[in-house]
């Protein structure tokens, strides 16, 4: 047998899962169907952020990725959430949620997605007991009690003991072994590029409420000597089509008043990137030699930073799992405990963003007025602001 363990798409969640296992010991295969872009301004790059939450960092320092970040990482200390529903788009109710009412760091580090791809391959190069192909997609599967067998878009074949579904909402992998997955389309797209702004942001984290979805900002290091973001910003997928139309300076006209100048006018930094936003979850976590991970098992809107803590959180439970199984790595055991230990906790998570995700895009202004006035009462009580942020660590999770 070639490799214990095969991953299934090269996004970071299957770099992840490729440098995890790598980290154990491990022989794995890491399959990415295209080559990765590893460079700000190349064609293709994912110009999307991450904020790894503290349980997500603590495991990448544990698997050794995060000494080739810490140095190009953004602390995310305060994250603050601004209602701006009123008749005019200015902020009127504002709640800041500071780490530490909590712990000593950081709520989280931010990072540019195709800093992460570059640095997550350096580091496979760097175990021998994996290997990384681009170029290359898984395209069957046949299992048994004992293997996988797994056919290669370049017609070859491959077994092993354990095959990792880290292909995507869309996973071949899940499909192959026959689960299903239930969707919620919300009719909304996201914007995501870079801006530049005069008001420093002071390692804020700042979610503008107001119709269609929010407009997040979250902070980056200054780029050309002034203040930088990386921004998220959710309409309906019609107005959402017609902003990414826009010209360069209407384009920044708009997001200025999207952001109600919170930190002065806005220049464009990056390209930009469009996306349809869903919520998405498995009927199940495994099947037979198979584990799902990341947008295979769960897609939720990019809302809290929980999207690829999740993953990771995936990640983590089945390499604490397959230290109990030793050598019969992936056997029904194993995947039958991961699924229920990651199930509940998911299926909250996802239920949940779906809920903050519906109340964000709420366009009566009675419903707008409402939500203001749950957020300045929601938050302001202590304890209750306390719970939330730990929930929003994970603290809870699996």
Not at 168 to 196: E, W, Y
Request: charged share 25%; aromatic share 6%; glycine share 8%.
């Amino acid at each position: 047998m070639s490799y214990e363990i095969i991953v299934s798409g090269g996004g970071i969640a299957g770099l992840a899962a490729a440098a995890a296992f790598g980290a154990e010991g491990r022989s794995v295969l890491c399959l990415d169907p295209t080559a990765p872009v590893t460079d700000r301004s190349a064609d293709g790059a994912d110009l999307r952020t991450t904020a790894f939450l503290q349980p997500a960092q603590a495991f990448l320092s544990e698997i050794g990725l995060w000494d080739r970040l810490a140095n190009h990482a953004m602390p995310l200390q305060v994250m603050r959430i601004a209602d701006a529903g009123g008749e005019t788009p200015d902020i009127r109710v504002t709640k800041a949620f500071d780490a530490s009412d909590i712990s000593d760091l950081p709520f989280g580090w931010n990072l540019p997605n195709w800093l992460l791809r570059r640095e997550f391959l350096a580091h496979l190069d760097s175990l021998e007991t994996v290997t990384f192909r681009a170029g290359i997609s898984t395209t069957s599967l046949f299992t048994r009690e004992a293997e996988a067998r797994v056919t290669l878009s370049d017609g070859s074949k491959e077994r092993c003991k354990l095959v990792i579904a880290a292909d995507g909402r869309n996973s071949p992998m899940r499909k192959a072994a026959g689960i299903d997955v239930t969707t919620t389309r919300f009719g909304q797209k996201a914007l995501a590029f870079a801006v530049t702004h005069a008001i420093p942001h002071d390692n804020v984290s700042t979610e503008i409420h107001r119709t269609g979805g929010p407009f997040t900002f979250v902070p980056l290091s200054d780029l050309d000597g002034r203040p930088s973001s990386a921004i998220v910003w959710m309409e309906e997928g019609p107005k959402a089509d017609a902003l990414f139309a826009l010209d360069e300076d209407a384009f920044e006209d708009a997001m200025t008043e999207r952001s109600c100048s919170l930190f002065g006018p806005l220049k464009l930094a990056s390209r930009r990137s469009i996306w349809p936003i869903i919520s998405q979850e498995a009927e199940r976590l495994s099947a037979e030699r198979v584990a799902l991970v990341a947008e295979a098992a769960h897609v939720v809107p990019p809302i809290g930073a929980q999207g690829l803590n999740m993953s990771l959180t995936d990640i983590r439970m089945l390499r604490d799992l397959s230290r109990d199984a030793g050598a019969d790595l992936g056997n029904r055991q194993m995947l039958d405990a991961y699924h229920q230990k990651r199930i509940a906790d998911i299926r909250a998570r996802v239920a949940g963003i779906t809920l903050l995700n519906r109340t964000s895009m709420i366009s009566a202004q009675p419903l707008r007025d409402l939500r203001a006035k749950g957020l300045d009462a929601l938050y302001t009580f202590k304890p209750i602001r306390r719970t939330l942020m730990q929930l929003g660590l994970g603290a809870r999770g699996a």
